[in-house]
């Protein structure tokens, strides 16, 4: 695009969202017991102190566990796509996370907004599938492109089912398929605001989308405007005394037959255009800056405020 505001807003915005939920070093969550298990305790004359630290210790090696993994920049990817288009899949696998957006996945919500359908797509090489994948699947290429099919879909009984296939032929359940508990599914589909009866979420991008587009298009004005100011030609009077090739020809210093008057410069775009275009881009800069709370526009320019 013309601009790159979004792009920063964006990861601003992300970053802060990291840091609050996941700060290094920090437990990202909390481990805590009930009155009737603290009730217990006393009356068995257990304190409450040494349960307290044992269930730290539990969180900080749930955090270290995460640094193990290496997760962050999947948490960080996952974030960036619910912040743009409002909805993201996670896919936690056992010692790792795949991370989707909303191009390879599509979903169906019950009106309580619970995971009803889920269906994933990706595209590889048939050599890409595994082992067993491939020999289930004959009459392929290697080097041929296939789209492998995930469908999760929540049964009466409330578990739910995973069915695969590779283009249209459906893999036997037995070897491919899956069973869940709600509990342990391992399939999370993020969102940022989901509205009523809706499958999909909103992003904060989609919210501030007429900023965005104004920006865009006051950026590329400001870009041709920028280039035509920087334009010059000189006209020559044709009747006049001042030769054309002379002037082209001569070089500083130079002593050309001519008459004052005969030459003059013109140049393109217009100053105050620009300057009104920048007026107005940093209107909506503004604009987008509150939105994606970034610190420049929270905190007022001025002499007397400090960065503190």
């Known amino acids: 695009d013309y601009q790159s505001l979004g792009a920063a807003a964006v990861n601003h915005l992300n ?6 939920l996941f700060r290094p070093g ?16 006393a009356q068995n004359g257990i304190a409450k102190a040494a349960l307290d630290t044992q269930l730290a210790e539990v969180e900080m090696d749930a955090t270290a566990e995460l640094d193990r993994k290496a997760v962050r920049p999947k948490l960080y ?3 960036r796509h619910v912040i743009v288009t409002g909805n993201a899949l996670m896919e936690l696998l056992k010692d790792d996370m795949r991370v989707y957006g ?4 599509c979903v169906k919500r019950t009106a309580a907004g619970k995971l009803h359908t889920l269906i994933i797509r ?3 090489k048939f050599n890409e599938l595994e082992q067993d994948v491939q020999a289930a699947c004959p009459n392929k290429q290697p080097e ?6 995930r469908l999760i879909e929540l049964q009466p009984q409330g578990n739910y089912k995973l069915t695969q296939a590779v283009d249209e032929h459906v893999l036997p359940d037995a070897e491919f398929g899956g069973n869940w508990s709600e509990e342990n599914l391992p399939y999370r589909v993020l969102v ?7 499958d999909y979420a909103t992003g904060l991008v989609e919210d501030n989308e007429a900023d965005f587009e104004a920006l865009s298009t006051l950026s590329e004005s400001l870009l041709d405007g920028s280039v035509l100011t920087t334009e010059m030609r000189w006209l020559v009077n044709p009747g006049g005394m001042t030769s054309v090739v002379d002037f082209r020809n001569s070089k500083n210093g130079d002593a050309i037959a001519g008459q004052d ?5 013109i140049f393109g775009g217009s100053p105050q255009a620009i300057e009104m275009c920048l007026k107005v881009i940093e209107v909506y800069s503004q604009r987008i800056a509150r939105a994606f709370l970034l610190q420049s526009a929270m905190v007022r320019d001025a002499e007397r405020v400090t960065a503190e």
């Open 144 to 149: 041929q492109t296939v789209h492998l099919y």
């Open 102 to 105: 909303i191009r390879s996945f």
């Open 261 to 265: 008057g005969d030459v003059s410069t």
């Open 26 to 41: 920090d437990p990202f969550f909390r481990l805590d017991i009930g009155q009737k298990t603290k009730a217990t305790l």
């Open 192 to 198: 940022w605001d989901l509205a009523d009866e809706s």
């Open 15 to 20: 970053n802060r969202i990291m840091i609050a």
């Open 77 to 79: 990817q996952a974030g």
């Open 122 to 124: 990706e595209e590889l």
